[in-house]
């Protein structure tokens, strides 16, 4: 089965994420080659714990999100706990899981250190059409959406390299959707997009379509969901900092498995393969990946 992942500039921040509220559901087994891990201590064996904020400089603050433009909504100052999500659907209805949220090799994003995927990659083909995991917002559509992404720190500098070398065409296609709920969702990789900035949408409206644009193998979807409130960080590698300029941490991302509907895995030979979404979602156990 092929691997997609994504490594651009931006991809960098959706391809590595962590499960930082949750680390037992971090997937034990994903393996992380020792002495690969750029930095790595001699402590033994690669840790998946969160970086608390609290431990890193303060470089962002819940005041600094709610000016953000086109932030317009008041959530709730705290990360809500991913249980309590509900509505979510899935954003390819047919798509297979081809790299799930955890350690990854080839993600760009670190937790503790360790590679890391912050999102869900799902594939069906190019062109398929991708729908909105939740109701919600708009905030941001196309290349020029990391203020919207949840870094933490400046991105003067990446935006600056970028139209001086006029880097903007490298980076994926993005769509960043406040989900009404304390949580945004990021979709990544279209070919093109079918919404606008301050549209409001609704749980599996059509939003796009399925491409490759970004650092990607294929065509697929890369989806991520994080809360501006939360405390967790993930960081990013450090010769991705030293080559795009982008800040070294971003706020920590949740697996998407926690809020989309329980399903049989596609590709298992399991009897439910119509990928059909339930009605409501659940905190059921992650499904397996299909991937290597
Ligand atoms: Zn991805």
Not at 135 to 141: K, Q
Not at 238 to 250: G, I, M, Q, S, Y
Not at 270 to 284: E, H, L, R, V
């Amino acid at each position: 089965m092929r691997r997609q992942f994504v490594r651009a500039a931006l991809g960098v921040a959706l391809a590595a994420g962590v499960l930082a509220a949750t680390p037992s559901l971090i997937p034990s087994s994903a393996g992380v080659p020792a002495g690969d891990v750029a930095g790595a201590t001699g402590t033994a064996g690669p840790s998946t714990a969160p970086v608390p904020i609290a431990t890193l400089p303060a470089v962002t603050s819940v005041a600094a999100i709610r000016a953000e433009p086109g932030h317009g909504r008041q959530p709730p100052p705290a990360a809500p706990d991913p249980s309590t999500l509900t509505g979510y659907v899935w954003p390819l209805p047919n798509g297979r899981i081809t790299n799930p949220f955890g350690p990854d090799w080839y993600s760009d994003n670190t937790v503790n250190r360790v590679r890391f995927h912050d999102g869900l990659d799902i594939a069906t083909f190019c062109g398929d059409r991708i729908v909105a995991a939740h109701d919600g917002t708009v905030l941001a559509a196309g290349r020029k959406v990391d203020p919207w992404m949840g870094w933490i720190g400046s991105l003067a500098p990446s935006v600056a390299r970028r139209d001086k070398y006029n880097l903007w065409g490298e980076l994926p296609i993005v769509i960043v959707v406040d989900d009404d709920n304390g949580y945004r969702s990021i979709y990544a990789h279209f070919s093109k997009i079918a919404v606008t900035v301050g549209e409001t949408i609704r749980a599996g409206q059509f939003i796009g379509w399925e491409g490759r644009t970004g650092y990607a193998t294929g065509c697929h979807l890369h989806y991520g969901l994080f809360s501006p409130y939360a405390t967790d960080r993930f960081g990013l590698r450090a010769d991705v900092v030293k080559r795009t300029l982008l800040p070294a941490w971003e706020i920590a991302r949740i697996n998407p498995l926690l809020v989309l509907p329980s399903r049989p895995a596609p590709g298992t030979g399991g009897a439910g393969t119509s990928g059909a979404p339930a009605a409501s979602a659940s905190a059921g156990p992650p499904a397996s990946p299909s991937g290597p």
